[in-house]
């Protein structure tokens, strides 16, 4: 089962940031209630690849934050 998109938070442990695949499942649920269940965004389809480009960027930024964060403690 694919991990469930949740927005980074700061909980008792640290920052929590969500796993690139929950980003990347989260963005494509969006972009599919969007434009329609019946969208293909197989591997090969720009649209698949544009939204890998998309989480992989939010993805980065979380883990920078991250880092930020934990340069504090």
């Given at each position: 089962?694919?991990?469930l998109y949740s927005p980074?938070?700061?909980g008792p442990?640290?920052?929590v940031i969500p796993p690139f695949t929950?980003?990347?499942n989260n963005l494509i649920g969006v972009?599919?209630?969007l434009?329609?269940?019946s969208t293909y965004?197989?591997?090969d389809s720009s649209d698949a690849q544009w939204q890998s480009i998309l989480a992989l960027q939010v993805y980065d930024y979380d883990q920078a934050?991250?880092?930020l964060y934990l340069s504090f403690n």
């Open positions: 089962m694919s991990p980074p938070s700061i442990s640290g920052l929950a980003i990347l972009y599919l209630g434009y329609g269940q965004l197989g591997p934050l991250q880092a």
